[in-house]
T-cell receptor
Framework: AQSVSQHNHHVILSEAASLELGCNYS??????LFWYVQYPGQHLQLLLKYFSGDPLVKGIKGFEAEFIKSKFSFNLRKPSVQWSDTAEYFCAVRFTGGGNKLTFGTGTQLKVEL | KAGVTQTPRYLIKTRGQQVTLSCSPISGHRSVSWYQQTPGQGLQFLFE???????NKGNFPGRFSGRQFSNSRSEMNVSTLELGDSALYLCASSPQTSSYEQYFGPGTRLTVT
């Protein structure tokens, strides 16, 4: 079955620390990759996406992600986190032939401490 | 453009009842997808509608159904509610059925007692 896994369920960082959240997916075919963020009390927002081309994609608020096809990975990074980055982060994959169906990872709860 | 809107935002129902949730996509978007979000199972795909046709369906029982109208607005219905149906139900819209990102609404928080 097609699946998405996020390795870190809870991450606590101090402000200015660097962030890397892991995301791996099963399946070796064509995929579209997404990172969504859910701030407390708010709806899911798209951080960044990868459809094709340059495997290093930049998103909003200083986030970036790198698609490594050979590792089936799409890790999210930010060089220096801020307190306002406290949120839940979801990796999502659209597998070929699935229409608009997104398969989500279990999410990573990030807490940034002052 | 206005975002995806969902009504109602909060709902409390009793076990055995049925419920209908509504979603209005972003203007011009023709694809609407529904997801269930729970602490235990995370975000799970329910179904996708495009031009009034169901295009994809997730692994949910037949008690979960949906439809899409000619103006792209969508409804989902859950019959014979169970306690485990308590969740946040999210709607997402997209211009087409693939190759585009999806925009999520704020969700409907359903509590079954």
């Amino acid at each position: 079955a097609q699946s998405v896994s996020q390795h870190n369920h809870h991450v606590i960082l101090s402000e200015a620390a660097s962030l890397e959240l892991g995301c791996n997916y099963s399946y070796g075919g064509t995929v579209n990759l997404f990172w969504y963020v859910q701030y407390p009390g708010q709806h899911l927002q798209l951080l960044l996406k990868y459809f094709s081309g340059d495997p290093l994609v930049k998103g909003i608020k200083g986030f970036e992600a790198e698609f490594i096809k050979s590792k089936f990975s799409f890790n999210l990074r930010k060089p220096s986190v801020q307190w306002s980055d406290t949120a839940e982060y979801f990796c999502a994959v659209r597998f070929t032939g699935g229409g608009n169906k997104l398969t989500f990872g279990t999410g990573t709860q990030l807490k940034v401490e002052l | 453009k206005a975002g995806v809107t969902q009504t109602p935002r909060y709902l409390i129902k009793t076990r055995g009842q049925q419920v209908t949730l509504s979603c209005s996509p972003i203007s011009g978007h023709r694809s609407v997808s529904w997801y269930q979000q729970t602490p235990g199972q995370g975000l799970q795909f329910l179904f996708e509608y495009f031009s009034e046709t169901q295009r994809n369906k997730g692994n949910f029982p037949g008690r979960f159904s949906g439809r899409q109208f000619s103006n792209s607005r969508s409804e989902m219905n859950v019959s014979t509610l169970e306690l485990g149906d308590s969740a946040l139900y999210l709607c997402a819209s997209s211009p087409q059925t693939s190759s585009y990102e999806q925009y999520f609404g704020p969700g409907t928080r359903l509590t079954v007692t």
